[in-house]
């Protein structure tokens, strides 16, 4: 795994549990505890992340920012937690979507400026590494958000039989941001939308 891998699942971690030991973080990743270190670095020093003893704590500022009730950075909804998608920028900023569906398209508007990304699994609600995720779309369950709906699994085989009882069509990360560009073409009003015009 590259450095800047490493720092990616570092931000995921820190953004799920808020406090890790770097014991914790070094059998984790499956490197030194010096090498840890050396990843901490540019972390500690944007000031996203900071020491503890034996280990490190997300910011106050950017735990603030986790746990505020906000609004969608794409359409401006409310966010509800249970489905909330969390971009991590180059910058160390956190956006958060309402939903996968905003989540991807911001995703795919930001392109590289993203270096991580969060959701959750939708059987378990545990917080999970978004490009690893499954994507569920056309499935005969409404949560209530953005459409086309677009649901997140942690597992590939519960996204599958996810689908066989409720319907729909499984896909990894990269195909489902494609996958869901092709379905919002722009003479289609994006879903948020779509409501208010009553359709
Ligand atoms: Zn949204
Ligand atoms: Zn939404």
Redesign the pocket.
Known sequence: MLPIERQNRIKALILNKRNIKISELSQTLQVSEMTIHRDLKPLIETGMIIKTFGGISLNSSEAGKLDDTQT??????G?DERQAYRLILSNNQIEV???A??GLLRQRQLGDDVTQAICHDFLKQTTISAPDAWYVMDTSIHMG??QPQVLTFQFKEHAVKFVKGFGGNVYPFQEAIEVLDQKMNPNHPHC?QADKKGR
Do not use: G, L
Not at 72 to 77: A, I, L, N, P, R
């Open positions: 969608c950075v794409f359409c401006s909804s966010v979507a309402c939903c569906h905003c958000c953005c948020c």
